[in-house]
T-cell receptor, first 114, second 114 residues
Framework: KAGVTQTPRYLIKTRGQQVTLSCSPISGHRSVSWYQQTPGQGLQFLFE???????NKGNFPGRFSGRQFSNSRSEMNVSTLELGDSALYLCASSFLAGPARELFFGEGSRLTVL | GNSVTQMEGPVTLSEEAFLTINCTYT??????LFWYVQYPGEGLQLLLK?????DKGSNKGFEATYRKETTSFHLEKGSVQVSDSAVYFC?????????????FGKGTKLTVNP
């Protein structure tokens, strides 16, 4: 069974550009969450989607957005990139929604903003 | 609000030493508690979890007990191996809202030397 797949794995952008990251969850998983990981702030929750609906959103500016498609694949977009957006962006999926469900994480997309 | 505090690293141990990584939390109600592990270059993996007070989660020789009275979920292992070298994250999932949102601690890097 394939795991959570994130693309691209590495990317370099310059300030002011935008970026789109993709996440393919484990087959059959309908819930997808996104996290930002930085050395200073650690892991911070970005959004959560279930059956194409955003269920929860973290405390990030409106430049960060996401969506989920009918096949459960998800994308997140960051517009007008800032240096501080450099981070590892992790996607996680789970079969059901609920607070005690195990999340399965991808290896992440490492974004560097110059 | 909800928060997780775990001991600062890095932690360096010799093989077969005893490991404790402290984790305390602040939350309303009865959150679910988790330990995730991140091996170098990989995404996070669930190590163990506990969903109610006095539950003990265990996996791969690691254990943690959900202590409501001390709001703690300390991770322990009796005899660590070189292969346990990784970053360990304590996390909670709020009791309410049916959300997948996880609140993570900052992580503790463990290095085990042969």
């Amino acid at each position: 069974k394939a795991g959570v797949t994130q693309t691209p794995r590495y990317l370099i952008k310059t300030r002011g550009q935008q970026v789109t990251l993709s996440c393919s969850p484990i087959s059959g998983h309908r819930s997808v969450s996104w996290y930002q990981q930085t050395p200073g702030q650690g892991l911070q929750f970005l959004f959560e989607y279930f059956s194409e609906t955003q269920r929860n959103k973290g405390n990030f500016p409106g430049r960060f957005s996401g969506r989920q498609f009918s096949n459960s694949r998800s994308e997140m977009n960051v517009s007008t990139l800032e240096l501080g957006d450099s981070a590892l962006y992790l996607c996680a999926s789970s079969f059901l929604a609920g607070p005690a469900r195990e999340l399965f994480f991808g290896e992440g997309s490492r974004l560097t903003v110059l | 609000g909800n928060s997780v505090t775990q001991m600062e690293g890095p932690v360096t141990l010799s093989e077969e030493a005893f490991l404790t990584i402290n984790c305390t939390y602040t939350a309303t109600g009865y959150p679910s508690l988790f330990w995730y592990v991140q091996y170098p270059g990989e995404g996070l993996q669930l190590l163990l979890k506990a969903t109610k007070a006095d539950d003990k989660g265990s996996n791969k020789g690691f254990e943690a007990t959900y202590r409501k009275e001390t709001t703690s979920f300390h991770l322990e292992k009796g005899s660590v191996q070189v292969s346990d070298s990784a970053v360990y994250f304590c996390a909670l999932s709020p009791a309410q809202g049916g959300s997948e949102k996880l609140v993570f601690g900052k992580g503790t890097k463990l290095t085990v030397n042969p």
